[in-house]
């Protein structure tokens, strides 16, 4: 059974700092995507990476995957407060027709 | 149309009651998925349309809930005899099956209904 945990679940940071959300999964698949939720609202899609060393770049936001580790990282550069929200993970598992999630890591920056 | 639409945003109901929500699709997009979202959680896999053949249901949909997506259009997802348990967020997302480059499957989500049991 897939399975997908982030860490870490919960994060407070000043604005200006760096820091990484890691998501690791427990069978192989090489399709992620990282999704923003706002609180009370939707998913908001961020990246997709779909092969081994994939790396992505939106901004302040960067997203790699390793699939031999099954690991992908969400890497925040010089945080500012607009980047506070929930951050999730979510893997295709080899029926494609299903994302399995991570829990979230719940992002708080501080001014 | 620009996106998936969910209605309603937002239903309380009480214990007992039956609640329908209506999911509008992508036109384009052939896949429907249906996932449902408790507070601090990541969304949970419900079911699973391509095109009007319901082709997937989680163990989590009980006989106490039920999906349509008659014409391969819009979809319904009811749930009778509601619990407090069945209080959360239903999202609605919906993707083509060609691959489409850097975003894969394309999946989109709506905005969701909150279900509110009490």
């Known amino acids: 059974e897939l399975k997908v945990e982030q860490n870490p679940l919960f994060l407070s940071m000043q604005e200006g700092k760096n820091y990484t959300i890691y998501c690791n999964y427990s069978?192989?698949?090489?399709?992620l995507y990282w999704y923003r939720q706002d609180p009370g609202k939707s998913l908001e899609s961020l990246f997709v990476?779909?092969?081994n060393g994939a790396v992505k770049q939106e901004g302040r936001l960067m997203a790699s995957l390793d699939t031999k580790a099954r690991l992908s990282t969400l890497h925040i550069t010089a945080a500012v407060h607009d980047l506070s929200a929930t951050y999730f993970c979510?893997?295709?598992?080899?029926?494609?027709?299903?994302?399995?999630w991570g829990a979230g890591t719940k992002l708080i920056i501080k001014p | 149309d620009t996106g998936v639409s969910q209605n309603p945003r937002h239903k309380i109901t009480k214990r007992g009651q039956n609640v329908t929500f209506r999911c509008d699709p992508i036109?384009?997009?052939?896949?429907l998925y249906w996932y449902r979202q408790t507070l601090g959680q990541g969304p949970e896999f419900l079911t699973y349309?391509?095109?009007?053949?319901?082709?997937?249901k989680s163990r989590l949909l009980s006989d106490r809930f039920s999906a349509e997506r008659p014409k391969g259009s819009f979809s319904t997802l009811e749930i009778q005899r509601t619990e407090q348990g069945d209080s959360a967020m239903y999202l609605c997302?919906?993707?083509?099956?060609?691959?489409?480059?850097?975003?894969?499957?394309?999946?989109?989500f709506g905005s969701g209904t909150r279900l509110t049991v009490v």
């Open positions: 997302a919906t993707s083509g099956t060609l691959w489409t480059g850097d975003l894969g499957y394309g999946y989109t």
């Open positions: 036109s384009e997009h052939n896949r």
């Open positions: 069978t192989t698949s090489d399709r």
């Open positions: 979510a893997v295709e598992g080899d029926s494609n027709y299903q994302l399995i």
């Open positions: 349309f391509q095109n009007e053949a319901q082709l997937e």
């Open positions: 990476l779909l092969s």
